[in-house]
């Protein structure tokens, strides 16, 4: 499970706006009709968002109310710029309109929380119907290609920030196909937080997405290894999928 009420303390720290992240998204909505119209799902404390509330219409949601009481109270000033709803992924779709998104996007690996392939596809299938024509698709993944999943522990990259490291780990089920995601957060003066424990993940390949891409006939995929659009390579950190409709 996620220990969210621990996570929000060290979540805003962990997960910064990446270098060159903003001018990213930018390149992509700037391409639309001003204000451009932008949703995130599995917001977190939404900084990247927050970012782009003065020039953009903004929508964040999350299935933890927490992030979202985060959000509407730093940015109550800003009251009507940035739209904030607790509501799970696989439910957006019921309550959101169609063709009406200009960019969707997921950060942080979030999707990998989705549990299984068939959600991640729906999940897909769901941020296509919102985009408007020619609308952008925004994932930002593990890549978990340069890893062995004949193993039966995969320790992933440490992130770390002033205030501590968190250690990330996924372990193998007995079944030999499911894994379940650990995070332990250490913080400078060396104390252990548990911050997910038991979490059933989905690491889903880079070869998935382009195969679910390829049947909901998204135009055009694009992969990169990092924001500033450097070529996706096997043994990158993460994958930034972008799909457009």
Same mark, same amino acid.
């Given at each position: 499970m996620v220990?969210?009420k ?5 979540y805003?720290?962990l997960?910064t ?8 998204f ?9 204000? =451009? $119209?932008?949703?995130?799902? *599995?917001?977190?404390?939404g900084? /990247? ?5 003065? @020039? &953009? !219409?903004?929508t ?16 109550s000033?800003?009251a ?9 992924p696989?439910?957006f779709?019921?309550?959101?309109a169609k ?6 996007y997921?950060?942080?690996?979030r ?13 897909l299938?769901? =941020? $296509?119907?919102?985009?408007? *024509?020619?609308g952008y698709?925004? /994932?930002d993944?593990?890549?978990?290609? @340069? &890893? !062995? ?7 992933l990259?440490?992130?770390s920030?002033?205030?501590g ?10 079944d030999?196909l ?9 913080t ?28 909901m006939?998204?135009?055009?995929v ?8 450097t070529p996706?390579?096997?043994?990158s ?6 799909l457009?409709?």
């Amino acid at each position: 499970m996620v220990y969210i009420k621990r996570w929000i303390d060290y979540y805003s720290d962990l997960f910064t706006i990446e270098e060159g992240q903003q001018s990213f998204f930018e390149s992509y909505a700037d391409q639309f009709q001003q204000p =451009a $119209k932008l949703l995130s799902i *599995e917001c977190g404390p939404g900084l /990247l968002s927050e970012a782009f509330a003065d @020039k &953009y !219409d903004i929508t964040v949601l999350d299935q933890h109310q927490e992030f979202i009481d985060i959000i509407k109270s730093r940015t109550s000033y800003n009251a009507g710029k940035i739209h904030a709803f607790n509501l799970h992924p696989q439910d957006f779709s019921r309550y959101l309109a169609k063709n009406f998104f200009n960019l969707v996007y997921c950060l942080n690996y979030r999707v990998i929380f989705l549990k299984e392939r068939a959600l991640i596809k729906k999940y897909l299938f769901d =941020a $296509k119907m919102a985009l408007s *024509e020619g609308g952008y698709l925004i /994932l930002d993944l593990i890549n978990f290609a @340069k &890893y !062995d999943f004949s193993l039966t522990k995969i320790d992933l990259p440490e992130k770390s920030c002033d205030r501590g490291t968190l250690y990330s780990s996924l372990v193998k089920n007995s079944d030999g196909l499911s894994y379940r995601l650990y995070q332990n957060f250490v913080t400078s003066s060396g104390k252990m937080i548990e911050e997910v424990k038991d979490e059933v993940v989905c690491p889903v390949s880079l070869e998935t997405f382009k195969i679910a891409a390829e049947e909901m006939k998204f135009s055009s995929v694009e992969f990169y290894s990092d924001y500033n659009k450097t070529p996706y390579f096997k043994d990158s950190e993460k994958i930034i999928c972008v799909l457009k409709k």
